[in-house]
């Protein structure tokens, strides 16, 4: 396991809010928008920053179809050989079962890219069935053991691809394309739960309230390290919590207990990219 490390994390980016928010009347629309925003930021990552890998957290959710639509217009423009992809979360179910974000991203995504499957960072699968299969006997201690395996074991995937080279000892993806729930959770990163307070670098979280219970994410120090922090919301059932992250902000002293107000990037900057329906409550 990975020991435990300071950040500190300072404010917001003062980028103001009017010139990182994208608004288009469809989701669909949204698409080819945030496929050039992903043109950017590898552009930047491998020849501004000179790094010859592109590394990126997917989440699930709608996110994976609505980037789908639109790299698929761009293909071209990257190499795909430089790209190494996490998943901001993963559900603890097997690689094919239809709530894995990887099962999601392989049906929208990489069927149709070509990633090398060496850079698509999954869970480790018998891992999953050791934890699955604890669990229903009613081994919860021996549930928990594999389940802290998971981690360690996704925690080695991250080492492996961003070495120990960081001096601030967090990964620092070039981009990091975040869901948001309405009821402001971010990842596997939900509201009031001790997992905010983590600092490893994968949390493991078995009391999910969205389905299915069991996951591991990425967490709030992972995502505050990156460069690119892009938050795709669509949708009417998003219009309160956007308002409330995006529009109420003079209670900047207040602790939040919404994960994705707690998005706050040391260097980074965070970016959000909304449909009109999403956005129809704010004042921007
Ligand atoms: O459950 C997951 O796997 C997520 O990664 C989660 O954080 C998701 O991104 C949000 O719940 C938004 O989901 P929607 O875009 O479907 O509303």
Request: proline share 4%; hydrophobic share 35%; no cysteine.
């Given at each position: 396991m990975i020991t435990q490390h300071n950040t500190t994390q300072t404010e917001e980016n003062k980028k103001p809010l009017s010139e990182r928010t994208i608004i288009k009347p469809t989701a669909g629309e949204l698409s080819d928008e945030l496929a050039d925003f992903v043109v950017k930021s590898y552009n930047t990552a491998i020849v501004t920053r000179g790094r010859g890998k592109f590394t990126v957290g997917i989440s699930g959710g709608s996110l994976p179809k609505i980037l789908a639509a639109g790299l698929k217009n761009v293909k071209e423009k990257f190499d795909w050989d430089k790209w190494d992809v996490f998943f901001c979360d993963e559900r603890i179910v097997p690689l094919d079962h239809e709530d894995s974000n990887y099962f999601l991203c392989q049906k929208e995504l990489f069927d149709h890219l070509p990633i090398p499957p060496e850079r698509i960072h999954v869970i480790?699968?018998?891992?999953?069935?050791?934890?699955?299969?604890?669990?229903?006997?009613?081994?919860?201690?021996?549930?928990?053991?594999?389940?802290?395996?998971?981690?360690?074991?996704?925690?080695?995937?991250?080492?492996?691809?961003?070495?120990?080279?960081?001096?601030?000892?967090?990964?620092?993806f070039d981009l990091l394309l975040l869901g948001l729930g309405p009821d402001g959770h971010t990842c596997s990163l939900f509201p009031d739960h001790p997992l905010l307070e983590e600092t490893l670098w994968v949390g493991y979280i078995d009391n999910s309230p969205k389905p299915p219970s069991r996951r591991i994410t990425l967490t709030l120090p992972v995502i505050n390290h990156a460069h690119d922090i892009v938050f795709v919301a669509t949708g009417e059932n998003k219009q309160d919590i956007l308002k409330k992250i995006l529009d109420e902000n003079n209670d900047e002293d207040k602790p939040s207990n919404l994960p994705a107000k707690l998005v706050k990037p040391v260097k980074g900057i965070v970016y959000w990219y909304l449909d009109q329906s999403a956005a129809a409550k704010l004042n921007l």
């Open positions: 480790n699968s018998d891992l999953v069935e050791k934890i699955n299969s604890a669990y229903k006997s009613g081994e919860t201690e021996k549930g928990e053991e594999f389940a802290q395996e998971i981690v360690d074991d996704y925690e080695k995937q991250l080492v492996s691809v961003f070495g120990f080279l960081n001096p601030v000892k967090y990964p620092v």
